[in-house]
């Protein structure tokens, strides 16, 4: 796996262990998502490009946050859209599968970068494609065996399960092996998020992270 100069955006992801991945309609509600996050101690964001304008939204949490926020942008899916992520000042780029040539752009940026796998073939292809880390997606199809079972064969690999993990299991993927996860919708309550009751999605947030750091 190629290594990165990034090596502060590694740490915060490796520290934060449970990364928030936004995946909202509006830029407005992705932004109040993000400061939820931010409220709760997250240094870390992921962003995904389905959010419309999520470049200026990338661009207006780094005026506010600084370089005290590591932002990426996930579900990537050609160049061009790396290319724009990087240019907006995305730390990391995610992908949900192999996407050729992200990898070598986001490392020239020193940026990070994060491929997508399920199998052990795809888990070789991301390997040699240069991702820094390797998304198991979608996690729960496979559960946490799938990714036991993984990391018996590329122990010194970091994984990332995204996509069904929540509070409650995400326990069980830190034991089978996951370096870190990602938590979309199932990181907000949805009541309380739909209510913008800012104070108890915090609660939510910081009671998930201390569970992931307990």
Not at 12 to 38: F, H, M
Not at 53 to 69: M, P
Not at 174 to 195: E, Q
Request: one cysteine or more; aromatic letters at 6%; hydrophobic letters at 50%.
């Amino acid at each position: 796996m190629s290594s990165s100069s990034a090596s502060v955006p590694m740490a915060r992801l490796l520290a934060d262990r449970v990364v928030p991945v936004l995946r909202y309609a509006d830029a407005a509600t992705a932004g109040y998502a993000a400061e939820i996050a931010v409220q709760a101690g997250c240094q870390t964001l992921e962003l995904t490009w389905t959010i419309p304008g999520v470049t200026d939204l990338v661009r207006a949490l780094r005026d506010k946050h600084g370089d005290a926020l590591t932002l990426g942008v996930g579900t990537v899916l050609d160049e061009a859209q790396a290319r724009d992520a990087l240019v907006a000042g995305a730390d990391f780029l995610v992908a949900p599968g192999l996407v050729p040539g992200i990898a070598e752009m986001a490392h020239a940026a020193g940026a990070l970068c994060l491929l997508g796998a399920f199998t052990p073939s795809e888990v070789l292809q991301a390997r040699r494609a240069g991702a820094d880390i390797v998304k198991i997606f979608p996690a729960d199809t496979g559960g946490p065996r799938h990714l036991a079972a993984l990391k018996s064969v590329f122990p010194d690999t970091v994984f990332c399960p995204t996509g069904g993990v929540t509070q409650q299991n995400m326990g069980e993927y830190f034991a089978a092996g996951a370096g870190l996860v990602g938590i979309g919708s199932n990181l907000y309550d949805k009541a309380a998020f739909a209510a913008r009751d800012t104070a108890a999605l915090v609660r939510q947030i910081v009671r998930t992270r201390e569970a992931a750091h307990g």
